[in-house]
């Protein structure tokens, strides 16, 4: 496996924990929150660089479902990771002795917006990738052949995974910061710290295996009727 490959692995986990620590605003204060948020955003640019070639590839994409909700996905990622950069540069502190802050209560909601949207497609991004990313995990632990207890293992894992997503999401009130609505329920850091995280963690780990789960159901419907053609046309 290159060690190219791998350092760019290892820069977005660190991009996607960068992430999720700047969710925690109210926990971490102005500042860390800032350097988070910019770190975070070189790496996503470093990301795009690495992978300009992808976007050439873009109008010759293959016409199948999953080809074309890739593209989707990536072009949202896109808007919302510029939208992110866009209202973190009006409303920041410290480029307040450059420019003096252009953020009201809306630019800050949109902010909001944006960064939870991000976390979504983000995470649909990373279940696309899924099978990718488990096949190098299995050279890094050196598993060459398949086990059926460890399927099911996995398996079982991920459904609890999204299970505690769909309460971790009531939890954090996504639903409601993914449709700008107004809230006043914000994670009380004074309680958990950690709690939080693992509530992040799990919603992102949701929508892992539901974009994972319904991209195999979408190949096996296909494979399916690829195979009723082939008898139909055999009969």
Not at 38 to 49: C, E, F, K, P, Y
Not at 130 to 137: E, H, K
Not at 145 to 166: D, E, K, W
Request: proline share 3%; net charge positive.
């Amino acid at each position: 496996m290159s060690p190219v490959f791998l350092t760019r692995l290892v820069f977005d986990l660190i991009a996607a924990g960068l992430l999720l620590f700047a969710f925690s605003y109210w926990w971490l204060g102005n500042v860390a929150h800032e350097l988070a948020g910019t770190a975070m955003l070189l790496l996503v640019i470093a990301h795009n660089i690495f992978n300009r070639r992808w976007y050439g590839t873009i109008p010759i994409a293959r016409r199948e479902a999953r080809s074309l909700f890739n593209v989707a996905v990536t072009l949202l990622l896109l808007a919302a990771m510029l939208a992110l950069l866009v209202t973190s540069v009006l409303i920041s502190h410290a480029l307040s002795g450059i420019m003096p802050p252009f953020g009201g209560f809306t630019v800050r909601q949109i902010h909001t917006l944006a960064a939870y949207w991000v976390l979504v497609i983000v995470a649909v991004h990373l279940g696309l990738r899924w099978p990718m990313l488990m096949g190098v995990a299995r050279k890094l632990a050196g598993i060459s052949q398949p086990n059926a207890v460890r399927t099911l293992a996995l398996r079982v894992v991920s459904l609890l995974m999204a299970i505690h997503g769909v309460w971790s999401s009531f939890a954090l009130a996504v639903g409601t910061k993914l449709s700008m609505q107004m809230t006043l329920d914000w994670w009380n850091f004074e309680e958990s710290v950690v709690g939080f995280f693992i509530h992040c963690i799990a919603v992102t780990g949701l929508y892992i295996c539901l974009t994972y789960y319904a991209m195999k159901w979408v190949q096996g419907r296909k494979r399916n009727n690829a195979h009723a053609v082939e008898v139909y046309q055999n009969s």
